[in-house]
């Protein structure tokens, strides 16, 4: 499967979104969301215009 190249933050955050994680906090260029289901499990994003490959793996 080919990863997708060049996906802007606000895109990533907007699909976890949908998939029920939460924005808890955002300090200086990074995002943090939070997912509470079991077992509840937190992710950070940073801001950036175009995200790298190695963010998804």
């Known amino acids: 499967m080919k990863l997708p190249r060049g996906i802007p933050s606000t895109r990533v955050i907007r699909m976890l979104e949908t998939l029920h ?7 200086g260029s ?3 969301l939070r997912h509470q289901g079991s077992p509840a ?15 998804f793996l």
């Open 21 to 27: 994680y939460n924005v808890i906090r955002e300090k």
């Open 30 to 32: 990074h995002v943090r």
């Open 41 to 55: 499990h937190s992710i950070t994003v940073p801001k950036h215009d175009s995200l790298k490959i190695g963010t």
